[in-house]
């Protein structure tokens, strides 16, 4: 018997330290992955406009670079420049595809309700297939034609609203993976200022939380596994230390007493059996896998096997 609670002892180590061991060889993987996706993309974006104006006697140049204000009825085109560069570090190919869109929206009640919207599409290409992609999309921007499009929205309706139109370049690299860069331009202000936005953190965030929490969820699972089997491996009341610990009461006898359910109470715990003997300064007799005492009378007994 001790053999074989010997060899199962020897069994929930060898579990332990291979559960370590793989979890450090997963931890160390997922590491590996996890930097190497930090950097899976060399990314460039170089998108730019610049605003022409209508012929006009006041401002001597009819070209004016990005990142300033502008009057609206001075405005005749906007140059918009698409760059937007993608390289796999990783030698693998990028399967995207992209659309370039125009959208109208008008809104109420200061920009909180959102009562209409149009989509143009200048631009759609699928199934792009490369280790770089390179996107130089250039468009030429009729402001005119889009303020006089909301004016006779507004004139049919009898309306007055506050409307943006957004220029996007919207990049599909898989479910997951949508980065884009977003022109917004004001349409009914006398004063335009014309904002950029670029949107990446799809290409490393998204994923990165995703993995990070199934490295949580399943490291939490691992660590009460290992807990639980540790519990068992060093139990205050495993036997084989108790015994070993109390050897010097414990006397091994060839022969088993005659027993009558009347003078018998079976333990469920080793420990109690060993407290009653050291309490009463009583041997405890051992009989194969039963271990019992006497005392008045009465057989206190504990059974291995029935506690397996």
């Known amino acids: 018997m001790q053999n074989k609670r010997k060899k199962v002892r020897l069994l929930i180590i060898l579990t332990i330290i291979i559960l370590f061991i793989g979890i450090l060889i997963w931890e160390i993987t997922y590491f590996w992955t996890n930097i190497q996706k930090n950097n899976v993309y060399e990314l460039k974006n170089e998108t730019s406009y610049e605003v022409t104006l209508r012929p006009n006697t006041y401002f001597l140049n009819n070209k004016i670079k990005a990142d300033n204000y502008y009057i609206a009825n001075s405005i005749n085109t906007i140059d918009i420049y698409f760059n937007y560069y993608l390289k796999n570090k990783m030698e693998e190919n990028i399967n995207c595809s992209y659309d370039v869109t125009i959208t109208l929206k008008s809104y109420a009640d200061n920009g909180t309700k959102l009562i209409w919207t149009r989509d143009f599409q200048l631009k759609s290409i699928n199934d792009i297939n490369q280790k770089e992609i390179n996107?130089?999309?250039?468009?030429?921007?009729?402001?005119?034609?889009?303020?006089?499009?909301?004016?006779?929205?507004?004139?049919?309706y009898d309306i007055k609203t506050e409307t943006y139109l957004y220029v996007k370049l919207d990049i599909q690299i898989d479910e997951k993976t949508n980065p884009y860069v977003l022109?917004?331009?004001?349409?009914?202000?006398?004063?335009?200022?014309?904002?950029?936005?670029?949107?990446?953190?799809?290409?490393?965030?998204?994923?990165?939380?995703?993995?990070?929490?199934?490295?949580?969820?399943?490291?939490?699972?691992?660590?009460?596994?290992?807990i639980v089997l540790s519990k068992i491996l060093f139990s205050k009341n495993d036997e084989d230390t108790i015994l070993k610990e109390y050897h010097d009461i414990i006397i091994t006898v060839k022969n088993k007493p005659n027993m009558t359910d009347n003078n018998i109470i079976c333990l469920t715990k080793l420990k109690d059996l060993i407290n009653i003997a050291v309490n009463n300064n009583i041997n405890i007799f051992n009989y194969q896998n039963d271990y019992y005492t006497i005392m008045n009378n009465t057989y206190y007994i504990y059974i291995i096997n029935n506690n397996k």
Do not use: C, G, H, W
Request: aromatic share 14%; glycine share 0%.
């Open 135 to 156: 996107i130089k999309e250039n468009y030429n921007l009729n402001y005119q034609y889009y303020v006089n499009y909301v004016k006779a929205f507004q004139e049919y």
């Open 183 to 226: 022109l917004t331009i004001p349409i009914n202000e006398e004063i335009v200022e014309i904002t950029m936005k670029e949107d990446n953190l799809s290409l490393e965030d998204n994923k990165r939380d995703i993995d990070l929490n199934e490295m949580i969820f399943f490291d939490l699972i691992v660590i009460v596994i290992i």
